[in-house]
């Protein structure tokens, strides 16, 4: 959730490279944030309350300070509300260290009370202030002891770096968030981050620190530990297959549009795959006595329409559940079942939290990802990248539509029609291509225009478009801020039609399949009763209000139709003077339970 960044080198202006590396993550956290230097034998720390991607400098004399050492943290509130004294970093009591924290300390009130027996007096309300008094308790002048030993204390998911002022070293260790070194070109210049953009524009080449390890990175190299065993760890240094290009903007004016818009090769690029991997998926799938498809948010969405997918072309029943809630089903979990992660960040805690369950149960475990590099790809037995492409808009749209289409093939593959699969996405794709173009977004921006002002609005699908009307929903929420529901649509008549009134606005996804006259019947029960309706189908109706056309996508319409809606919602965010990359409230990667 929060975005951590971190620097050792011989570049002299570390606090202000802190500054550049946290406005990259700013998409993981964007309430408060801060950077400490060191600076001599003094630490330096300038924190805010605000977005930093309005920053452009640093306002202290930090900016020019000569330095070599730096760490930052840009917030998303978890513990304590959005203040200065909250923001990140933190002191330790005597002011010589300074802690950046991602994560929960669930134990953080037992130790609070501890330390304040000691003596040790709390300035904020966050968790992560224990850190730092923790390893001033156990400080001895050994920097790397005190910092095991009191991490070995903490109870719960984090990314920790620790900074000394007498030391020149930083300090990190994770367990359940993402913590990335990056190896800089010069001798021993190293970057630590939550995730790659935070140094891409200095290195992609990475060593990733795993659960319950810890790294001292230091002028004479970066080592990783076992923190229980302090055994030494050798880590591989791997290149990234990333450019500084794809993880910025461009000429759009939001990554959100960008993203959409990038939808137009994403879908290729995704169904591209090496067959092999999607066939061992299949076969796995075809094995497996209970196949569980799970994601949360927009994931969770994909995870419930590919059930859909499943039971349609492959006739085989897959389970869904949201990530959070996959522990009730651990009952029914033997060695033979088989679990399915949907997640475009592969850090989402529930979802990890799923695969540790999982895991003790024998289940193999397959996760359908974009960052290759995350834990969730790291930690399954099975991966499939969709190579999306860095998404940076909180809102996600091609990550969304990539995950579609794998779950897409992966069911022709199940059903020994892999060819036939690739055929059908590689036409929806280039039907994509041509739907995306700026009359298309026009017709929309006018729809958003005259909706702007209304307080709810409904979304209908049914068979393989109910889970898309679901995600419409949720697309809607984030960055309009718009009451928005999704509902099967003969589920409205059994209560939610209640809520329809003059001129409500109510999508209708209307499929060409057998689900077109159901749903054209659902949505004349809103019509009667005032409702405003807005079709999204390749044919026009006399029920519709409004149309947008999509190509004819067959079992492709999951990932054609939420496509106008995806531009709606930038649309609906822009009209109504939303930021759509950094809806309030929410963060990126929801690394917290
Ligand atoms: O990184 P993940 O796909 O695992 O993230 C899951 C959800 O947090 C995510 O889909 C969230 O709902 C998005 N903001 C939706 O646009």
Redesign the pocket.
């Known amino acids: 959730m929060c975005g951590i960044f971190g620097y050792l080198g011989p570049r002299n202006d570390a606090a202000h490279m802190a500054l550049l590396g946290l406005k990259n993550l700013e998409y993981r956290g964007y309430d408060s944030w801060g950077v400490a230097c060191k600076t001599d034998h003094h630490l330096e720390i300038e924190k805010h309350i605000g977005k930093i991607s309005e920053v452009t400098n640093l306002k202290t004399e930090l900016e020019q300070a000569d330095t070599h050492l730096a760490i930052g943290h840009s917030r998303w509130a978890t513990h304590g509300g959005v203040t200065e004294n909250n923001a990140h970093p933190h002191l330790s009591q005597n002011g010589k260290i300074a802690i950046v924290h991602n994560g929960i300390i669930e134990n953080y009130l037992e130790l609070r009370e501890e330390l304040s027996a000691k003596g040790f007096k709390f300035v904020s309300e966050t968790d992560t202030e224990t850190i730092g008094h923790l390893i001033e308790f156990y400080y001895q002048g050994n920097f790397e002891q005190a910092f095991a030993k009191a991490i070995q204390r903490l109870q719960g998911r984090y990314a920790v770096l620790a900074i000394h002022k007498d030391h020149n070293l930083i300090l990190a260790a994770r367990k359940g968030s993402p913590l990335i070194v990056g190896v800089g070109s010069t001798e021993n210049e190293f970057f630590i981050g939550s995730d790659v953009p935070a140094f891409l524009q200095y290195t992609n080449r990475v060593m990733y620190l795993d659960d319950d390890q810890m790294v001292i990175i230091g002028e004479n190299g970066a080592y990783f530990l076992e923190i229980s065993t302090k055994q030494v760890v050798e880590k591989r240094i791997i290149t990234l297959d990333l450019d500084l290009e794809s993880a910025e903007k461009g000429s759009f004016p939001h990554f959100m549009i960008k993203e959409i818009m990038e939808q137009k090769e994403t879908i290729q690029r995704a169904i591209n795959q090496d067959t092999k991997t999607i066939e061992i998926l299949a076969e796995a799938i075809r094995k497996a006595h209970g196949t569980f498809f799970i994601?949360?948010?927009?994931?969770g969405k994909v995870a419930l329409a590919g059930s859909y997918l499943f039971s349609r072309i492959a006739k085989k029943h897959v389970n869904f559940t949201f990530g959070s809630e996959f522990a009730s089903y651990q009952d029914f979990l033997n060695e033979k079942a088989l679990l399915v992660c949907?997640?475009?960040?592969?850090?989402?805690a529930d979802?990890l939290e799923a695969i540790e369950v999982a895991k003790k149960k024998g289940v193999t475990v397959a996760s359908i990802v974009n960052v290759e590099s995350s834990t969730m790809a790291r930690t399954s037995d099975i991966v499939l990248p969709i190579k999306a492409g860095p998404e940076k808009a909180?809102?996600?749209t091609k990550?969304t539509t990539s995950q579609l289409a794998i779950l897409t093939l992966l069911a022709y593959a199940t059903a020994n029609r892999l060819k036939e699969g690739q055929y059908l996405l590689v036409s929806t794709a280039g039907e994509i291509n041509d739907m995306l173009n700026p009359r298309y977004e026009d017709h929309i921006r006018k729809l958003a225009d005259q909706i702007k002002e209304v307080e709810s609005m409904y979304i209908i699908g049914k068979g393989l478009n109910y889970a898309i009307a679901l995600e419409a929903a949720?697309?809607l929420q984030?960055v309009s801020y718009i009451h928005a529901e999704g509902f099967a649509g003969g589920e409205l008549k059994h209560g939610p039609i209640a809520l329809i009134s003059q001129g409500t606005p109510c999508i209708a996804i209307v499929a060409n399949d057998e689900t077109k006259a159901d749903i054209l019947g659902n949505a004349m029960e809103v019509k009667a009763r005032g409702g405003y309706i807005i079709g999204i189908s390749p044919d026009n109706s006399e029920i519709f209000d409004y149309w947008i056309k999509v190509p004819d996508g067959g079992n492709t319409s999951p990932i054609v139709n939420i496509i106008p809606i995806q531009i709606l919602a930038y649309h609906l965010a822009i009209v109504r003077k939303n930021n759509p990359d950094m809806p309030r409230n929410?963060a990126?990667?929801?690394t917290v339970k």
Do not use: F, P
Not at 342 to 348: A, F, P
């Open positions: 994601g949360c948010g927009t994931a949907i997640s475009q960040s592969g850090e989402t979802t909180v809102a996600s990550a949720i697309k984030e929410l990126k990667s929801v």
